[in-house]
């Protein structure tokens, strides 16, 4: 492995935002995502070419329905050192909220 696994990027309550309003304009829902898409969003996510994480989508064929489902547990096995857990389970947490929001939205069309 690399040493990029050791230099992901703090990310600040702007970069955040930033993040989520690039997830908000995205046409595509993360559960529809292929393994590129997923390999696409961690590497944009995480600057390094050569990750831990990048490895573990190629290698396990990690799809966008996959990502939602992962918690410490998958991380754990995927062999992401812990003090990077916190910040990938933030960042799949706002891609499970969008999800839902989506969800929401679908639900609110049919509806109404």
């Known amino acids: ?6 230099v992901w990027p703090q990310r600040s309550k ?3 935002l930033h ?3 690039v997830l908000m304009g995205s046409s595509k829902r993360v559960s529809y995502w292929s393994v590129d898409e997923v390999y696409d969003w ?6 390094c070419e050569q990750t831990t994480l990048q490895e573990a989508v190629l290698t396990h064929a990690i799809s966008g ?3 939602l489902r992962m918690g410490k547990h998958q991380l754990d096995r995927l062999g992401i050192e812990p003090e990077w ?3 990938i389970l933030q960042d ?3 891609l499970r909220v969008q999800e839902e929001l989506e969800n929401l939205n679908d639900i609110y ?4």
């Open 85 to 87: 857990q916190q910040e």
């Open 42 to 47: 961690v590497s944009k996510q995480y600057l």
């Open 109 to 112: 069309s049919v509806c109404f």
């Open 19 to 21: 993040f989520k309003s």
């Open 92 to 94: 799949l947490l706002l």
């Open 14 to 16: 702007r970069d955040r």
């Open 65 to 67: 329905r996959a990502l």
């Open 1 to 6: 492995m690399s040493n990029c696994t050791r």
